[in-house]
C-alpha cells in the first residue's frame, strides 16, 4: 500500500501503540505532562486538538475537480492543523470533550475548514489558491507552498484578523514582523506616528482600514511560519535539541512534514520520538446539522497519538508560532536568541533588520552546516 494512502482503518487494531510508559518528559505544544502519572491528561490534550484527514464525497474542487483529496491532500491537512492551532489559540481557552453543547467560537473556527469551496481555509481554497504557487490542482505540497498559500488566504479571514508571516531565507526579521502587526504605525516616522495608507507587507497588502482608536493599539495577532531544510537527505543531528525546543515553547503551533511524499503535523515529543497527527485516513465529507451544531467526532484524533524516532524526520519542514500580543513575540525572540546558544546548530536566524546590502555567509554567521537553507529552502519532499 502506498504511504500517502495509508489509512488508520489498516492500523486501528494493530500498529498504533499506547503511549510510552517512561520517565522522560512529554512535550506537546509548550505544555509538560508526565508519561508515568498524567497519561489521561496526555490523550485529553492531543484529542483536543483539530484532526485534519483525507475526506471524500465533498463537492469538487474548481466545480468539475476532484472530490476526494485521498493521495494527494496530506500536506494540505497538516496546513489547515496547524493554521487550526492558531484559530484555536485566537479565540478559545478550552478542552474538548465528545458530546458537549459546543460555543459559537469552536463552530466558527471548524466551519472555516469545512469542505466547501465558501470555506477560508477548505481544502477547496487551498487547492485553487496553489495554483498561483505553481501546484495543478491534486498535485502534492510541500511545507513552503501550504505555508504560502496559507498566508494568502488569511487575508480574507476579517473574523479573526491575523497577521500571517513566512520567514524565507532562514531568516526571521524582527522589524517586519512588527510593521505587519502593526501597520497602522509609521515605523519610518517613529514607532508613535499612525501610517496614512495600509503597507504592502511579505507579499500581501495589509493595513488599518477605518480602525477605531482603540483597534489601532492593539497587535494583530501573529502566525508566524518557518520554512526550514534541516539537512540533505537525512535530518542533521545538529538540530534535534533545537527542533525539540522548538515544541517547548508556549507559543509553539508545532511542525509540517513527515516522510517522502507523506506529511504529518507534528505537536510534541518524548525522548527521541516525536508525536504527532496523522492526515492518512479517508473520511466522509462532514455539514453542519440544521441547527447550526457540528458532529464533529471526526475532527478529533480519540485514539492515543502517532510516534516516530525524529532521526527519520525528512529534513524538508515549516515550524510554526502563535503570538497573540506584543509581548508574546518579545518574549518568543528571548527564547529563540536562548535556544540559539544550546548545544547543535541554530535552525534559522534571528535578526533586528534587514540588511540593505547583499547578504553574505558572513552577514548571517552561517556554518557550512546550515548554508545549505538557502539552496534547499524551496525544495519539497
Same mark, same amino acid.
Given at each position: ?41 496526555? #490523550? /485529553? ?37 496547524? #493554521?487550526?492551532? /492558531? ?50 490542482? @491534486? ?68 493595513? /488599518?482600514?477605518? #480602525?477605531? @482608536? ?39 503551533? @508545532? ?62 519542514? $515549516?515550524? @510554526? ?23 547543535? #546548530? ?14 553574505? $555567509? ?20
Amino acid at each position: 500500500m502506498d504511504a500517502a494512502t495509508l489509512t488508520y482503518d489498516s492500523l486501528r487494531f494493530g500498529e498504533i501503540e499506547d503511549f510510552p510508559e517512561t520517565s522522560e518528559p512529554v512535550w506537546i505544544l509548550g505544555k509538560q505532562f508526565s508519561a508515568l502519572t498524567e497519561k489521561d491528561e496526555i #490523550l /485529553a490534550d492531543v484529542t483536543s486538538r483539530l484532526w485534519f484527514t483525507y475526506r471524500k464525497n465533498f463537492q469538487p474542487i474548481g466545480g468539475t475537480g476532484p472530490t476526494s483529496d485521498t493521495g494527494w491532500g496530506c500536506m494540505l491537512r497538516c496546513g489547515q492543523m496547524i #493554521l487550526g492551532q /492558531a484559530l484555536i489559540c485566537r479565540h478559545l481557552d478550552w478542552r474538548w470533550s465528545p458530546g458537549q453543547r459546543q460555543r459559537a467560537e469552536y463552530i466558527s473556527i471548524l466551519n472555516a475548514f469545512i469542505d466547501k469551496k465558501d470555506s477560508y481555509y477548505s481544502i477547496h481554497q487551498i487547492a485553487q489558491m496553489g495554483v498561483g504557487e505553481g501546484k495543478s490542482i @491534486g498535485q502534492w505540497y510541500g511545507p513552503n507552498t501550504v505555508a504560502q498559500v496559507l498566508k494568502k488566504l488569511a487575508v480574507f479571514d476579517s473574523w479573526s484578523r491575523l497577521a500571517v508571516h513566512v520567514a524565507m531565507d532562514n531568516t526571521v526579521v524582527i522589524e517586519e514582523i512588527k510593521r505587519l502587526c502593526m501597520p497602522w504605525l509609521d515605523f519610518d516616522r517613529g514607532a508613535c506616528a499612525v501610517s496614512e495608507e495600509p503597507r504592502e507587507m511579505n507579499g500581501d497588502l495589509e493595513g /488599518a482600514c477605518a #480602525l477605531t @482608536g482603540e483597534e489601532t493599539a492593539l497587535w494583530k495577532p501573529l502566525v508566524l511560519l518557518i520554512p526550514l531544510r534541516l539537512g540533505l537527505s537525512d535530518i542533521n543531528e545538529a538540530y534535534i535539541e533545537p527542533l525539540k525546543q522548538c515544541f517547548m515553547m508556549p507559543q509553539s503551533l @508545532g511542525v509540517i512534514g513527515g516522510k517522502p511524499n507523506s506529511a504529518h503535523f507534528f505537536i510534541g515529543f518524548v525522548g527521541d520520538e516525536l508525536i504527532y497527527l496523522d492526515p492518512h485516513t479517508t473520511q466522509p465529507a462532514v455539514d453542519p446539522t440544521e441547527d447550526g451544531q457540528f458532529p464533529d467526532d471526526s475532527y478529533h484524533c480519540q485514539h492515543p497519538p502517532c510516534r516516530m524516532h525524529i532521526c527519520e524526520l525528512d529534513p524538508s519542514i $515549516a515550524a @510554526g508560532f502563535f503570538c497573540q500580543t506584543e509581548d508574546d513575540f518579545d518574549e518568543w525572540c528571548a527564547q529563540i536568541r536562548k535556544v540559539s546558544n544550546c548545544r547543535g #546548530l541554530p535552525m534559522f536566524e534571528l535578526v533586528d533588520s534587514q540588511p540593505s546590502h547583499l547578504i553574505t $555567509a558572513d552577514v548571517l554567521n552561517l556554518t557550512p552546516g546550515n548554508l545549505l537553507y538557502c539552496f534547499f529552502i524551496d525544495s519539497e519532499f
